[in-house]
């Protein structure tokens, strides 16, 4: 795997507020003070991905009022999913829960990627109990975009905040332009905004990945933690992110990688 370096001028990192293009794949929002409750701005163009875990059911809240009518799942024996009104109640059964689904109500269509895994404890930062959907007619949808342009790290006024020291290993076509944190999420930034977004797992010390979710903000994705290693996954392209800063206590030998860092 060839090596090169990448050096990023600080105005090129500098874009970070314009709007989330469409038919990304979009996840929940945490907006509520426990971030197990989230919301998820509609749109008819995107795919919504929803990480359910074993022995823990969550539930999906449309708008009051829709009635959900139909719902196709392309596999309907790895979860168990149970329309009521305006909510989806479901959890993951089988062993692979990897599968989409496709939910048609009296209003709108949606389509969802799910993916199931295990739960580290009731408390895992990742475990969704809701997820509540938001439109854009619904004045308080617009309080979710102030939320996510106002909220952004300060890049420009206190750079030294944030940590640009990443490598990358693996599959170009995945890999991020961009990668920083501020000590509690991680940002990336993809070469092409439209393109399909990778799968993204967190690696722990014995080389194990767990399935995580995150949003979009902005030009980027928005993952809710700081991590030694993330794996990036699309079919049979894989990418490897190495924080330099937070090396893994004990991991299994790196191959070669790119640079990515601030100068």
Partial sequence: MKRHFLALTTASVLALTLPYAAHALQEATPLAI??????????????YKFVGHYKYQSSIELSAEEEVVTISMGDSLAWQVTPSGNRIFLKPIEPDAT????????????????????????????MVFQARFQYADDPSSREIQR??????????????????????????????????????????????????????????SEGKEAA????????????????????????????????????????????????????
């Fill in 34 to 47: 426990d971030k197990r409750l989230r919301t998820l701005v509609y749109d008819p163009n995107e795919v």
């Fill in 99 to 126: 599968t989409n689904m496709t939910v048609i109500t009296n209003k709108r269509i949606y389509h969802f990627e799910l993916y199931g895994q295990e739960a580290q404890g009731i408390r895992d930062e990742d």
């Fill in 147 to 204: 939320f996510s342009t106002d909220d952004f790290p300060d890049i420009e006024n206190e750079p030294g905040k944030f940590n640009f020291n990443y490598t990358i290993s693996g599959s170009e076509y995945i890999s991020p332009l961009k990668i920083f944190d501020d000590g509690e999420f991680t940002y990336f930034q993809f070469k092409n905004k439209n393109a399909e977004l990778p799968a993204f797992f967190v690696v722990d």
């Fill in 212 to 263: 995580i979710n995150y949003r979009m903000q902005g030009d980027y994705l928005v993952v809710e933690r700081v991590s030694s290693q993330f794996t990036l996954r699309n079919g049979s392209d894989i990418a490897c992110v190495f924080n330099e800063v937070l090396p893994l206590r004990s991991a299994p030998p790196k191959p070669k990688r790119k640079f990515l860092g601030l100068f």
